[in-house]
Every structure is written in C-alpha cells, then in structure tokens.
Nanobody, 126 residues
Framework: QVQLVESGGGLVQDGGSLRLSCSAS????????MGWFRQAPGKEREIVSY????????YYADSVKGRFAISRDNAKNTLYLQMNSLKPEDTAVYYC???????????????????WGQGTQVTVSS
C-alpha cells in the first residue's frame, strides 16, 4: 500500500519559517516527479511547487517564488518544502503528491498526480 505522510505544519507568525516533510512508503518515487499543493479555505487546491525525479528541474508558483524551496532525498524517499518569510495568505492545508504515470497533464496540474498525502495545516498569523 502506497502512503504519503506529510509533517511539519503548524502555527507560525508572519515572517516565520516552517519545513514540511513528506515521507513515502510502499513504493519508491525516485524516478517520478513530486509536488506540493495547497488549499486555502473557500479556494481550490493549487500548485505550490514540483520537482522532477532526479531533482534537476523545479517549479514554483509566482506567489511563493523566492520564499519557498523544494527538495528531495531519494535515499530516504522523502520530499521537503522549506517555507521562509511566511505570510498570512500562505495559510492553507498543504498536500504532497506523487506522479507515477506518463500523462498529458502538466506537472502543475493536480490531475496528473496519482498519490496524495492527507495534508498538513499551515497557519500564519498576522
């Protein structure tokens, strides 16, 4: 059974930092792209960042560019998201996702991801 388990969320003040982790089990994602998505109350889930299997290519949404950094440790089958200079508008449930199929969906499109974690809440207070 494949599982993705996020951790590291919490409550932080405006300007603070958090590091999210996503631990995968049941299969390796070392050859596959993985991503972080988030969903704020009353809004649709959106892409935050993704990283390709070998880590050679990354993407960041404009809203987090320069503040967030995605990385992965394939030996540990773990995905990370370092979040700095957090803002109240970053408040959301953050999900990690793993993509295993070759599809026509862009890596920014959640429909291309097969496996999802349960989410971790990030709350940034002003």
């Amino acid at each position: 059974q494949v599982q993705l388990v996020e951790s590291g969320g919490g409550l932080v003040q405006d300007g603070g930092s958090l590091r999210l982790s996503c631990s995968a089990s049941g299969r390796t994602f070392s050859s596959n792209a993985m991503g972080w998505f988030r969903q704020a109350p009353g809004k649709e889930r959106e892409i935050v960042s993704y990283i390709t299997g070998n880590g050679g290519s990354t993407y960041y949404a404009d809203s987090v560019k320069g503040r967030f950094a995605i990385s992965r440790d394939n030996a540990k089958n773990t995905l990370y998201l370092q979040m700095n200079s957090l803002k109240p508008e970053d408040t959301a449930v953050y999900y990690c996702a793993g993509r295993i199929l070759i599809t026509s969906w862009l890596l920014t499109d959640q429909r291309g991801y097969t496996y999802w974690g349960q989410g971790t809440q990030v709350t940034v207070s002003s």
